[in-house]
């Protein structure tokens, strides 16, 4: 493994540490119910992929998300040895931040959501249909990311278009499903976060990868033949 591939992973790693440690922290300390709390969580997670992409960008493009390099995957532009490598250091680093979010909580004795952050399918009325609506978010997230990151003409706004993509499909889905788009963000959440966090996990992996695919598919049929590149 090359020196290259080992910064693109540790970035990745760190990353998606960062998401989960600031975007889940905002629900345990805050609470989506609190006044305010709504926007706040959705914030939190949005603020953390601008602060990050501007971070890590330039490294490893910032992914910090299995259903975007599942996405960056089928548009060939990766590879499968580096799509396994980002996949990998996602979770370790999700995992990271879960744990570190769990110490902090313990020690200040709260979180708000009871199960440290992690995405339940009853806001949504089941599995059903969280998943349905795990599938649309995270197509639209992922079809902004791959956009806007064709162009590199948008590379000075990419990090903010996809931070303020994350932030409004969180403003939905947060009351819904405790909005996942992630599947690193879910499991790093759930080892920590109760039995029924464990149990509704597989909606929270598996739909935002059909979301990805389907992003991915439809962004084949309409993007440009040529991507502007000034």
């Known amino acids: 493994m090359s020196n290259s591939s080992l910064r693109k ?5 760190v990353g998606t540490a ?14 989506a119910a609190s006044p305010g709390g709504h ?5 939190a997670f949005g603020l953390s992929i601008v602060a990050m992409a501007y971070v890590i960008g330039n490294i490893s493009g910032c992914h910090v998300n299995p259903a975007v390099s599942l996405a960056v995957f089928l548009d ?11 996949v990998i250091s996602q979770v370790i680093g999700a995992i990271i931040g879960a744990l570190l ?10 979180d708000q959501t009871g199960h440290l952050g992690s995405n339940l399918v009853a806001g949504a009325g089941g599995a059903g249909g969280a998943f349905l609506v795990e599938v649309i978010l995270t197509f639209i997230f992922v079809l902004v990311i791959l956009g806007v990151t064709a162009d590199t003409s948008k590379a000075g706004v990419a990090g903010i278009v ?24 879910s499991i790093g959440p759930a080892l920590f976060g109760g039995a029924q966090a464990l149990k509704d996990l597989w909606v929270f992996i598996l739909a935002p990868l059909v979301g990805s695919a389907l992003a991915a598919l439809l962004y084949q049929a309409f993007k440009p033949k040529a991507v502007k590149s000034r």
């Open 9 to 13: 992973y540790l970035a990745e790693a």
């Open 101 to 110: 979010l769990k110490i902090v909580s313990s020690i200040a004795a709260a």
């Open 18 to 31: 960062v998401l989960v440690f600031m975007g889940c922290g905002s629900a345990v300390f805050l609470g």
């Open 39 to 43: 926007l706040a969580v959705a914030l």
């Open 162 to 185: 996809i931070g303020l993509t994350l932030t409004f499909v969180h403003i939905v889905g947060i009351p819904l499903t405790g909005t996942s788009v992630n599947p690193a963000r």
């Open 76 to 86: 060939k532009r990766m590879s499968s040895a580096d799509f396994i490598g980002y």
